[in-house]
């Protein structure tokens, strides 16, 4: 399994745009990165998953370089409920799972602050 | 339709006694996982069960740690003889299938005192 790096912790405020950027150095080629949110006192949720280039969805966009050894989800204007874990996760399978297992790492806490 | 319900929310147990977790999948759903989630940690994959059948339980301690799925009733997560240490969040995924999203539950909070 490719191993993930990411960011201990990020601050932003209100309305700006965040960037979290995951390195996977040794992703393989069957590998599709998917990124969790998770908040105090919850279990996570799925925000996006792709494989190559640009994925965008109602909550975020996930870019993916073409030699796909790292990735950036992409928060457009946050707000204070954006405070949260962001995990990034790479899987086999789809949705970042390998044998139905979902390695998670320390993932980034992001604090919004008004 | 319900998603993946956990209970207790909370759950306090003193040195020694047995914690049992509960885990009732979202319906329609056979795939059930269990992480735990130590203070300041990210989640750690536990063990993957259908029902009936334990699939992978590679990130189960050895001893004093069991899951079980059975035909009726919800999965549970069973840990005899708690000490300081297991004092953490555990939480639940159900899913349809392997390569299906996974759901998460609002988890456990199991504290040994």
């Known amino acids: 399994l490719a191993k993930t790096t990411q960011p201990i912790s990020m601050d932003s405020y209100e309305g700006q745009e965040v960037n979290i950027t995951c390195s996977h150095n040794?992703?393989?080629?069957?590998?599709?990165i998917t990124w969790y949110q998770q908040f105090p006192s919850q279990g996570p949720r799925f925000i996006i998953q792709?494989?190559?280039t640009k994925v965008t969805n109602e909550v975020a966009s996930l870019f993916i370089p073409a030699d796909r050894k790292s990735s950036t989800l992409s928060l457009p204007r946050v707000s204070l409920s954006d405070t949260a874990v962001y995990y990034c996760?790479?899987?086999?399978?789809?949705?970042?799972?390998?044998?139905?297992?979902?390695?998670f790492g320390r993932g980034t806490q992001l604090t919004v602050w008004p | 339709n319900a998603g993946v319900m956990q209970n207790p929310r909370h759950l306090v147990r003193r040195r020694g006694q047995e914690a049992r977790l509960r885990c009732s999948p979202m319906?329609?759903?056979?795939?059930v996982y269990w992480y735990r989630q130590l203070p300041e940690e990210g989640l750690k994959f536990m063990v993957y069960?259908?029902?009936?059948?334990?699939?992978?339980e590679s990130g189960m301690p050895k001893e004093r740690f069991s899951a079980e799925f059975p035909k009726e009733g919800p999965s549970i997560l069973r840990i005899q003889q708690v000490v300081r240490g297991d004092s953490a969040a555990y939480f639940c995924?159900?899913?349809?299938?392997?390569?299906?999203?996974?759901?998460f539950g609002q988890g456990t909070r199991l504290t040994v005192v």
């Open positions: 792709g494989y190559k």
């Open positions: 319906k329609g759903h056979s795939h």
């Open positions: 995924a159900s899913s349809g299938g392997m390569n299906t999203e996974a759901f």
């Open positions: 069960l259908q029902k009936e059948n334990i699939i992978d």
């Open positions: 040794n992703i393989a080629t069957n590998d599709y």
């Open positions: 996760l790479v899987g086999e399978k789809n949705r970042g799972s390998t044998l139905g297992r979902l390695y």
